[in-house]
Structures are given as C-alpha cells and as structure tokens.
C-alpha cells in the first residue's frame, strides 16, 4: 500500500520563503505530483517529480530524494494568493490507470 | 492548459432523485477518474476508465455508477441521492501525450441533497 505524511497546516508571512514536506512510503513508486488546491475549487498541478533532484519553475520548486521517501515544496516571495492548500500526490509503479494517491494536504495561511 | 468541463458547477436537489454529474475534456485523454471531496478534507477516487468501455471502482466505496461510451465523456450517476452523498465532486483525466501523464482537473460539481 502507499501512505503520504504532511503537516496538516503552516503559517508564513508575504515576501517570505516556506517549505512544505512530504514523506511516502510506496511499493514502487514512480513519481511525485504536488497540486495547489484553493478552498472550494479544484486542485491545479504544479510539479512533477521522478528522478532525484530539485525542480525549478518561476517562484515554486520541488525537491524528490527517492532513497529517503521524501519531497518538499519550496514556495519563495509569498504573496498573499498563495494562501492555500498544498497536496503531495505519489503515483505507483504497480497501480493501475496511473491512479495516484493523495496527502492530506497542507493548508497554508499567508500573514501581511 | 487543461480543458476539462464538469457540469452542473452547483445542484441543489432533494432525496431519492436520480442525478447525472457530466464530464468532458477535450485533450483526447484515455484515462478519467472521479473524486470525491467532503470541505476540508483529502480526495477520494470514487471511479476510474482506462479508456472507452472500461470504468472501474475506485478506493473508495459508492453508491454511483459511471459509463464511458466515449473518449471524452465520463458521466457519473446517483439512482437515487440521499443526504450522505452530499460533498464536492471532482473530475480529472490524463494521458500519456506527455511523459509525466498528469492528471488535470475540471471545476467541480458541488452537490447538495436535501
């Protein structure tokens, strides 16, 4: 089976830097998704994550090490729109139809 | 850019209705998928289709049925709503036109059952 840790809720303040993790635990995995979901709308993707390292895209990055079952998501200049929920989404080698699993997610407050 | 329809965005409907949420992306994805989410908390998969006349249940337990007659449709069907089925419901679809076969998602249904 697959189990996904984040911190159910973090506080940051605008124009700072913060960092979300999530570890795994999967039997095969074979990726890492990170979607940004808004109270009431939909998940939107943000990243994806195969192979060890760090991916960069404009104020957002995701960081994977495969080895420790862990990933972060680095969100840099805060802005009071990033005020949401986070979710870490791991995909299974062994699962069928490409089903991914989802966190809990972490719900991410923004202070002026 | 996703382009992935759900409709209705709202219902508002009393028990033992029959009720169709519909679905349609336009990406010529083969794979669909319907979630369930209850305010605040994680997302569940209620139903998933690899692909034209292949639906399967999800990892969680309901109620509704779905069908795939076509690539870009996936309806989902309550017989008979009770208040229990009242949460958020979410389409997504992926394919593998890119590597990382992401799965992107429509809007949403907010259904509330009286």
């Known amino acids: 089976g697959q189990n996904i840790d984040q911190p159910t809720e973090m506080t940051a303040t605008e124009g700072a830097i913060v960092q979300i993790n999530c570890t795994y635990q999967?039997?095969?995995?074979?990726?890492l998704f990170w979607y940004q979901q808004h109270a009431g709308e939909a998940p939107t993707f943000l990243s994806y994550?195969?192979?060890?390292g760090l991916e960069e895209k404009g104020r957002f990055s995701s960081f994977l090490s495969r080895s420790k079952g862990y990933s972060y998501l680095l969100l840099k200049e805060l802005q009071m729109k990033d005020s949401a929920s986070y979710l870490c989404?791991?995909?299974?080698?062994?699962?069928?139809?490409?089903?991914?699993?989802f966190g809990s997610g972490t719900r991410l407050s923004i202070r002026p | 850019e996703a382009d992935i329809y759900q409709t209705p965005r709202y219902l508002v409907i009393g028990t033992g209705k029959k009720i169709t949420l519909e679905c349609s992306q336009t990406?010529?994805?083969?794979?669909m998928y319907w979630y369930q989410q209850d305010p605040g908390m994680e997302l569940h998969l209620i139903h998933y289709?690899?692909?034209?006349?292949?639906?399967e249940k999800g990892d969680l337990s309901s109620e509704s049925t779905v069908s795939r007659i076509r690539t870009e449709h996936f309806p989902l069907t309550l017989e008979s709503a009770r208040p229990s089925h009242t949460s958020q419901y979410l389409c997504?679809?992926?394919?593998?036109?890119?590597?990382?076969?992401?799965?992107?998602f429509g809007p949403g249904t907010r259904l509330t059952v009286l």
């Open positions: 994550n195969v192979l060890d």
């Open positions: 999967t039997s095969g995995f074979n990726g």
């Open positions: 989404a791991v995909r299974d080698r062994y699962s069928s139809a490409s089903k991914i699993i």
């Open positions: 997504a679809s992926s394919g593998e036109t890119t590597s990382t076969d992401t799965q992107y």
């Open positions: 289709s690899y692909g034209v006349n292949s639906t």
């Open positions: 990406m010529g994805h083969d794979k």
